[in-house]
Nanobody, 124 residues
């Protein structure tokens, strides 16, 4: 059974940092693109960041560019999202996902596997 499990969420103050992790099990995702999405209350799920299978290419939403960094460790089947300079508008449930393919994947419909999400709350 394939599982993606996010961790690292929590309640922080504006300006703080958090590091999210997404551990995969059930199969090897080294040949899969990985991504992070988020959904705030009352809003649709939105793209945050994506990384290619090798980690050599990344892509970010404009709203997080320069503050968030996506990375992966294929030996650990894990992808990370380092979030710095957090803002109240970053408050959301953060989901990791995996998509077949080696390049960067931005569209949510291309992702085949999803985690259950981890809550990030940023207070002002």
């Amino acid at each position: 059974q394939v599982r993606l499990v996010e961790s690292g969420g929590g309640l922080v103050q504006a300006g703080d940092s958090l590091r999210l992790s997404c551990a995969a099990s059930g199969r090897t995702f080294s040949s899969y693109a990985r991504g992070w999405f988020r959904q705030a209350p009352g809003k649709e799920r939105e793209f945050v960041a994506a990384i290619s299978w090798s980690g050599g290419s990344t892509y970010y939403a404009d709203s997080v560019k320069g503050r968030f960094t996506i990375s992966r460790d294929n030996a650990k089947n894990t992808v990370y999202l380092q979030m710095n300079s957090l803002k109240p508008e970053d408050t959301a449930v953060y989901y990791c996902a995996a998509a077949p393919g080696v390049g960067v994947v931005v569209g949510s419909r291309e992702y085949r596997y999803w985690g259950q999400g981890t809550q990030v709350t940023v207070s002002s």
